[in-house]
């Protein structure tokens, strides 16, 4: 199956959504926040196959963790989610960097459903 990062300041969250996709076979790391989360995909060297990643969260953001480890990864799947409407409308000037944004909240379901669809897609180029 696939590597994630699970990029989430919200400890239930996080560990939910890990748990979720961790039950369908998936390999899961997480980071608390958008800085954390970037010193994963940096030490992973971009490695990984998907990272779902919160918008709103201390520190650095999750559009401002996706448009650097684009930047730096730029075959990079990324994958938000917000339960803030302005931040889903921020996240749509990332076009060809994030192939979705997720309304939370959302069922363990859902999430299964959207990562794989995510996976499934091509990566940018």
Known sequence: ???LLIVEDDESVRTLSARALERIGHSVDVAADGAQGLDCIKASLGGYDLVVSDI????????EMAMTAAATFPMLK?????????QR????????????????PFTLAEIRDRVGRALALPRAA
Do not use: F, H, S
């Open 1 to 3: 199956m696939a590597k």
């Open 56 to 63: 709103r969260m201390p520190e650095m953001d999750g559009i």
């Open 78 to 86: 990324i994958m938000l989610m917000t339960g803030y409407a302005e």
């Open 89 to 104: 409308e921020r996240a749509e000037e990332l076009n060809g960097i994030v192939l979705d944004v997720m309304q939370k």
